[in-house]
C-alpha cells in the first residue's frame, strides 16, 4: 500500500490564482481530512469527509472547498489563492472505528 | 469548541534525559488522546495514544500519564536520544469523535 498520497510537494501561486491540491488513499478509509500547518500554530482542520459524497467544514474552511466524489480521493480547492494562504497542507485518513489518523507527506504552499 | 493547550514550544534536552510534554484539554465527550511525531518535510504519525481508563501508558521509552480531574496529559520520553528529535503534538477528540484539535506543538532537540 502507498497509503496516502498528495501531490503536488510544492507549488508558487500569485494572488488570485487558482489549484486544487490532491490527496488519494489506497487503504479504503472512510475518513479523510484537510490540515494546513503554519508555523508553531499545531495543525488546522480545513474540512473532512466521514464518506464519499459527504463532506463537512472544520476549524478554518474559509477560502477553500472540497469533493468526496470516490471513497480513494479527497481534493482541496483554492479558488482565490491569498498570501493568508501559505501553509503546508496535509490530507489524512482513518477507518472507521479506529482513531488513528493517517497523514500524507504534505504540499508545501507558497502564495505571492 | 474544543482548545488543547500544548507546553513548551520547544525543548532541548542532553541525551540519556527525559523529555517532558505537556497538555491541557477543555472539554471532550470522548475518552482517546493520541500524541503525534513529525520529523522534518514528513507527516505526522501516530506515536502513542491513551484512554483514560487508565491513567498512565507505557510503551518503550515512551509514557503518556493522564489527569482526568484536571484535564491535562502529558508525554515523558525516557532515556531521550537524539533520534527523537522531532516536534510533538498532542491532540484530543471533538464533535462524535470524528475531529482530532491538535496542540501548538513542541519542537524537541535532543543533543548528543
Known amino acids: 500500500n502507498a497509503g496516502v498520497t498528495q501531490t503536488p510537494k510544492f507549488r508558487i501561486l500569485k494572488i488570485g490564482q487558482s489549484m486544487t491540491l490532491q490527496c488519494t488513499q489506497d487503504?479504503?478509509?472512510?475518513?479523510m481530512y484537510w490540515y494546513r500547518q503554519d508555523p508553531g500554530m499545531g495543525l488546522k482542520l480545513i474540512y473532512y469527509s466521514v464518506g464519499a459524497g459527504i463532506t463537512d467544514k472544520g476549524e478554518v474552511p474559509n477560502g477553500y472547498n472540497v469533493s468526496r466524489s470516490t471513497t480513494e480521493d479527497f481534493p482541496l480547492r483554492l479558488e482565490l489563492a491569498a498570501p493568508s494562504q501559505t501553509s503546508v497542507y496535509f490530507c489524512?485518513?482513518?477507518?472507521?472505528?479506529?482513531?488513528?489518523?493517517?497523514f500524507g507527506p504534505g504540499t508545501r504552499l507558497l502564495v505571492l | 469548541q474544543q482548545q488543547v493547550k500544548q507546553s513548551p514550544q520547544s525543548l532541548i534536552v542532553q541525551k540519556g534525559g527525559i523529555s517532558i510534554i505537556n497538555c491541557a484539554y477543555e472539554?471532550?465527550?470522548?475518552?482517546?488522546f493520541p500524541w503525534y511525531q513529525q520529523f522534518p518535510g514528513k507527516g505526522p504519525a501516530l506515536l502513542i495514544a491513551i484512554r483514560p481508563d487508565v491513567s498512565e501508558k507505557k510503551e518503550g521509552r515512551f509514557t503518556i500519564s493522564f489527569n482526568k480531574s484536571a484535564k491535562q496529559f502529558s508525554l515523558h520520553i525516557m532515556d531521550s536520544q537524539p533520534g527523537d528529535s522531532a516536534t510533538y503534538f498532542c491532540?484530543?477528540?471533538?464533535?462524535?469523535?470524528?475531529?482530532?484539535?491538535f496542540g501548538g506543538g513542541t519542537r524537541l532537540m535532543v543533543k548528543p
Open positions: 489524512a485518513s482513518r477507518p472507521g472505528g479506529e482513531e488513528t489518523q493517517y
Open positions: 472539554n471532550t465527550a470522548f475518552d482517546y
Open positions: 491532540a484530543a477528540p471533538r464533535r462524535a469523535g470524528n475531529m482530532l484539535t
Open positions: 487503504m479504503n478509509h472512510n475518513y
